[in-house]
């Protein structure tokens, strides 16, 4: 079969990665792709400037494209799966309005507190004036979310209230990068571990991924501003079978049949960002309508069964007959990102060190173009590198032996991605 593929991002070159090993694959076409997705097996990359929904359309069916698969959120935000399902074209991913559990934080909370679902403490407001008084009246830290898509940078931790007013007004006059929102969410802090704990769901029928942990905080310790996402790793204990249990039957359950009472079927990965408390009962701090980038590097790495047999059964409403294979081992991805991350930075900066290969790693491509005959820079996160090991200190070191090997001026890094699991040091070890 012919398979399109949108996106251009770390998360989207390991989804084609892992579809190019599939038998029954016989082209990839990738928009608008990465020059590291193009260097994949059966790929055809196709570069268009803001591509329209139309224009996905036109190409699936010129191309004869058989399953078209999304990997970031905004397409599914804007409706992408409703037009292909108009003209009769398989697509996998959620509906526009299943969408909006990411693309708007407001609809996310009502619908986890209709579910009774457990969340932090929340309220949401239209204008500056009233969040302003409201957070006069509450104790720091509390957490200021921005409502519609943000590309992770949308959440902030608050410590200070006089710049808790600046960031307020920011927020609802557009003055932060690429940020502008006309509801903002405050909440409680919560403490715990974080987690990531995505599933293929296909109306009630629900099937968990490999677990994964990401890393969030720019800085090590977990210090910092937010980002989306500097290294993840997979398996993680803080998800064992009877969490696992637990979130389905308390979390994902509740919240699909909520969607349901608003006439909205999912289908499709669904991700929850999960903060598990020091009695180890789960919160959801959000849902991503997707997969987690760069938690999906990480999870795919390791899997073994046939992508493309996935992404049909969960079309098909055949999910319960799926038996997903992993492989026995640990993953580790650890981000290369451009210095000033993520706020501005520099492009355009050679990489060195790409050609070396160690067995067992996987460089997935995120920010990057090519200049001249060499790979540069284009983007606040470059490289995810990607390592597989008997066990997760020996994927960790591969991965940093390997991350070690490449440079560029302006090129950061964490260096503890996976170290609290290695150490055994969460809240409730």
Known sequence: MNVLIIGGGGREHAITWK????KKVKKIFVIPGNPGINLEDKVHSIKIDNPSLEDYIKIAKEQDIELTIVGPEAPLVEGIVDEFNKHDLKIFGPNKLAAQLEGSKDFCKKILN??????AKHETFSDAISAINYIKKQEIPFVIKADGLAAGKGVFIIDDKDKAYKLINDLFTGQIDGIKTSLIIIEEFLK???????????DDQIIPLASSKDHKKLNNGDSGPNTGGMGAYSPTKLIDGK????????????TLNELKKEGIVYQGFLYAGLMID????????????RLGDPEAQAILMRLSSDIIDIFLKAI???LNDLDIKWEDYSACTIVLASDGYPEKFEK???????D????????FHSGTKIEDGNFVTSGGRVLSVTALGINLQVAQAKAYERCNQIHWDGKIKRHDIASKEIDNKFIFS
């Not at 579809?19 to 599939?22: A, N, R, T």
């Not at 715990?192 to 296909?202: H, K, P, T, Y």
């Not at 969490?243 to 509740?254: A, N, Q, R, Y």
């Not at 355009?348 to 790409?354: A, M, P, S, T």
């Open 192 to 202: 715990g571990e974080e987690a990531s704990f995505i599933c293929l769901v296909s």
């Open 348 to 354: 355009g900066k050679i990489i060195e060190g790409l």
């Open 19 to 22: 579809v190019s090993q599939s």
């Open 243 to 254: 969490l696992t249990d637990m979130v389905i039957k308390e979390i994902i359950s509740p």
């Open 114 to 119: 209709s579910g009774k679902v457990l969340t």
């Open 278 to 289: 020091k009695n180890q009962k789960p919160y959801v701090l959000e849902y991503n309508c």
């Open 316 to 318: 098909d409403g055949s």
């Open 356 to 363: 070396h290969e160690i067995k067992g790693v996987k460089i």
